[in-house]
């Protein structure tokens, strides 16, 4: 009964108003969105401790509120140059499932609708010569600008978890 | 069940039950397992526990568990009507486990999902078996074999008074809308409710539980029931409450003969199941006339078949009373107060308080009148999550118990110091490792009989289950008084097995030696047998004790038996720890783990071509490690005499750790790191501190393991 409940709460609630909705922000020149039902929220840049040995877009641990979630550079995640942090700087926190992580992004551009059938594939062409295409699932065209559509779940995972997969057994090794 | 009736709670109710009642038979069956035979109170005690598992798995229509359980009620029935002597007791305590046993299989089916499909049949034809034989042995004697205690549907129940003076009773009528459906469920859910404050209950009609027909009659006739309780008409009508499709209920005082005479004139048979054993005599039996003989049902009642279906009165109770709490809302509590903690150092280390000048006495009054009350709400939250090891420990002796018995060992357990408290989250840990220190020690440590007495032994082995706190810290040990460990032995086996190289005897101490049973792919027993030995076990067992940050020592005399020793922290989410910073990032080590800080300087580095570096420390050498160079931080010291040497201790390994500087040493609230982060070697967790920055909390075995391979 209360899975008929959340599906409606969906279904009025989220589902329907936040439906199309994304949030946009700037990262160098270009504008990517994120689908607004994974937004938990948004804070301003703050202290971020490093943890030694990861990835080099994981960027450390903040703390917010007492929960200590990690944050990834979406600069350095979509292998672009890093650069200082200003008070533009923003991290989006968003849930993916169980996993909670805060994207660092340089400048956040606001929240736009688009319609499901506007959104464009990318051309299958641009895959092989892009890097970051992978993490963009569709574009699309808001008042003449064209904004790219990021896959969180893509964002965060992808090769890490092949990667963190391969490493694991070894891992055990190690230790044993 | 119906649709709208909670069957959720119920049957977390009824595994909760039945679990508690488990424990209780396995803690009284172990307790006289040495002794000739059961006395009556045990036996009372086990038939009740079997009956009231019998009726509420019936309710909850678990029927193979219905079986075994009233097929073992009828064997204590039946030792408690007719006290037969030559009761083979080993026998007896093996049936009443093993159905313990097979109970608890089932519900944990249950638990998980799954349906309780075990096949009963076996064990109830053994245990029929066994009661003829015992019968028989009887009957060859010429006495009187008394009537079966066939089980019947209870037809009525009537729980006999508790006979208290201030009791009132009530008479309670129920009226359900005609289009409700279920009744019979709904008149058991409001006797279910009022169980919990009634002595003594009658309903009519009485079959609502197994005859669904009932539900009819509820509808048409209503559910009537006499209450005999201590509360008022008010708090009657509260806990029945208010459910969907109920029409009225009535409410109306009666007198006591009123509520003894009950629902009789529409019975034929009652069965009288009564509260208490005690008050069996006092108490005025509603029916009047004599048994007849073989007449079950009646006598039944006059065997007194006790149900605790009602709450035993209040004022008999001066035992603590508990509520069960749901873990998850402890751990929410937990890390509610550790948030607390935190912003407690925030405020009252506040930048904007270093004003000077400012005027502060009565603030540092409040402040620390603050601190006190988390201090000790910090103190509070601790102890609500420590529990006794006696369950753990209680689990053991049924370890002991079987395995000796099998092996055909007589072996006598002792328990020392059960009630050592322990963090719950421990305790799960730990339990494992434990079996199978004790199943290793019934299984290799305790000799044979034969053997023991050729040894000028007591044939009669011996167990020891210590727990105590020493030092922040619990020890469990495990010890026996069996053959010990062959020092010779364990290095040849090792180093056959190519786990020490090519490394002399001499050059391990004894405690090293014996460490080798700890080594993967090590054993000592050429034979695999059922229990232990498979040569897989002791290293699991100590990793398992190193997950929660405890280690195993090992001690042994050779011919005089052998001592595990577990040592293992009170508790995993708070320690004691040293803050330290390396460049920008901040660090935390355990207090425990740390011997000494020391400045070092440039003579007492020892550097090797290939960059490894040691410190000469009071003629002793230590391997050495930069933090920096290890995490690869910028901004930090590299002059040695600049910074910090702490040495730390391991499990007798010795490491210097190169740092910055010292902060403080403070309590931090140990958190995990986010998974989504891959683990990295060296680090356990992280941490909060006062100023809402994040620290990393180092793992020494990790750090040192880290360096080894290398």
Not at chain 2, 20 to 48: A, G, M, P
Not at chain 2, 241 to 253: A, K, L, P, Q
Not at chain 2, 666 to 694: A, F, H, M, N, R
Request: hydrophobic share 35%; aromatic share 6%.
């Amino acid at each position: 009964m209360s899975d008929e409940l959340d599906l409606m709460d969906d279904l009025d609630g989220r589902g329907d108003t936040q439906k199309g909705m994304f949030m946009t922000f700037q990262i160098a020149d270009e504008c990517y969105g994120i689908a607004i039902t994974y937004v938990d929220e948004i804070v301003g840049i703050q202290s971020i401790t490093a943890v030694p040995e990861t990835e080099d877009y994981i960027r450390g641990l903040i703390n917010i509120r007492g929960k200590i979630i990690p944050v990834i550079d979406v600069r350095v995640r979509l292998r672009q140059e890093p650069r200082a942090y200003t008070d533009r700087t923003c991290i989006i926190v968003i849930g993916v499932k169980s996993t909670v992580v805060g994207l660092i992004v340089d400048e956040i551009a606001g929240v736009i609708t688009v319609d499901e059938k506007e959104i464009i594939l990318p051309p299958s062409l641009s895959q092989s010569t892009a890097g970051n295409s992978k993490y963009v699932f569709g574009l699309a065209r808001v008042d003449n600008e064209v904004k790219l559509l990021l896959d969180p779940e893509k964002l965060i995972r992808d090769e890490d978890v092949e990667a963190f997969d391969e490493s694991a057994p070894t891992g055990e090794v190690v230790e044993a | 069940m119906g649709e709208d009736f909670n069957t959720d709670s119920m049957l977390d109710m009824f595994l909760y039950e039945s679990e508690q009642l488990l424990e209780t038979l396995d803690s009284t069956v172990l307790e006289k397992k040495d002794e000739e035979c059961f006395d009556e109170e045990s036996i009372n005690e086990i038939f009740r526990v079997m009956h009231t598992i019998k009726g509420s798995s019936g309710i909850m229509m678990y029927e193979n568990i219905t079986k075994v359980s009233h097929k073992l009620e009828d064997v204590f029935y039946y030792l408690r009507e007719s006290h037969p002597e030559n009761v083979p007791h080993l026998e007896l305590v093996d049936h009443v486990l093993e159905v313990s046993d097979f109970i608890t299989g089932e519900l944990e089916k249950i638990k998980s999902g799954d349906t309780p499909d075990g096949d009963e049949s076996k064990l109830v034809e053994e245990i029929d078996k066994f009661l003829t034989k015992i019968k028989t042995g009887i009957s060859q004697k010429g006495e009187e074999l008394p009537p079966e205690n066939t089980y019947v549907e209870p037809n009525q129940f009537y729980i006999a008074p508790t006979g208290s003076e201030s009791s009132k009773y009530y008479k309670v009528s129920i009226y359900w809308r005609s289009d409700t459906q279920m009744c019979n469920i709904r008149a058991y859910t409001a006797v279910y409710a009022l169980k919990e404050i009634a002595e003594d209950i009658q309903y009519i009609p009485d079959d609502i539980i197994t005859n669904e027909a009932s539900g009819d009659v509820i509808l048409e006739d209503g559910f009537h029931m006499l209450v005999q309780c201590q509360c008022s008409k008010d708090e009657v009508k509260g806990a029945i409450g208010e459910t969907s499709g109920m029409e009225r209920v009535e409410i109306n005082d009666c007198t006591k003969q009123e509520f003894e005479m009950g629902f009789h004139e529409a019975e034929d048979h009652p069965i009288v199941i009564e509260l208490d054993d005690k008050d069996k005599e006092e108490e005025k039996k509603p029916e009047k006339k004599e048994p007849a003989p073989g007449d079950y049902v009646i006598k039944n009642k006059e065997a007194g078949k006790s149900k605790k279906l009602a709450k035993n009165q209040p004022k008999q109770q001066p035992k603590q009373t508990y509520i069960s709490v749901n873990v998850d809302k402890l751990d929410a509590l937990m890390d509610m107060i550790g948030e607390l903690v935190i912003s407690e150092a925030t405020v009252l280390q506040n930048p904007d308080l270093k004003v000077p000048g400012l005027e502060l006495s009565n603030f540092q009054k409040s402040a620390s009148q603050l601190s006190k009350i988390t201090t000790e709400l910090q103190d509070v939250i601790m102890s609500m999550r420590m529990m006794p090891l006696t369950n753990t420990f209680q689990k053991m002796n049924r370890i002991v118990f079987d395995v000796s018995r099998k092996l055909g060992k007589d072996i006598e357990l002792e328990v020392i110091g059960e009630n050592t408290e322990v963090d719950k989250n421990i305790i799960e840990h730990i339990s494992d490792p434990l079996m199978h220190l004790v199943r290793n020690s019934v299984d290799h440590g305790i000799e044979s009989k034969e053997e023991r007495l050729a040894a000028g032994k007591n044939p009669r082995g011996k167990i020891t289950l210590e727990a105590k706190n020493e030092g922040g810290k619990v020890y469990i040990i495990v010890r026996d008084d069996g053959k010990g460990l062959n020092k010779q032995k364990l290095y040849e086996k090792a180093r056959n097995n190519g786990l020490i190289g090519n490394r002399a005897m001499s050059e391990f101490t004894e405690k090293e030696i014996y460490q080798f049973i700890t080594f993967a792919g090590f054993s000592t027993k050429e034979q695999v047998t059922e229990y232990s030995g498979r040569g897989v076990g002791m290293d699991v067992v100590v990793k398992n004790i190193q997950a929660v940050g405890g280690n195993l020592e090992i001690d042994s005399v050779e011919g005089g038996g052998s001592e595990m020793t577990m040592k293992i922290p009170l508790t995993l989410a708070i320690i004691n720890g040293i803050v330290m910073q390396v460049g920008n990032s901040t660090f935390v080590i355990e207090t425990n783990d740390i011997k000494e800080f020391v400045r070092v300087t440039k003579d007492m580095l020892v550097k090797e071509p290939d960059g490894e570096e040691y410190i000469m420390l009071r003629e002793e050498c230590y391997p050495f490690i930069r933090l920096n160079r290890r995490y690869h931080l910028d901004d930090s010291i590299s002059e040695i005499e600049d910074g910090i040497v702490v040495v730390l201790e391991h499990e007798n390994k010795n490491v210097c750790v190169f740092i910055d500087q010292l902060i403080a040493e403070q309590e931090i609230v140990v958190k995990p790191i986010p998974s989504y982060i891959k683990k990295v070697q060296g680090l356990s967790g992280c941490t909060q501190l006062g100023d809402g920055s994040i620290a990393l909390i180092l793992d020494i075995a990790g750090l040192i393991a880290g360096e080894e391979k290398k």
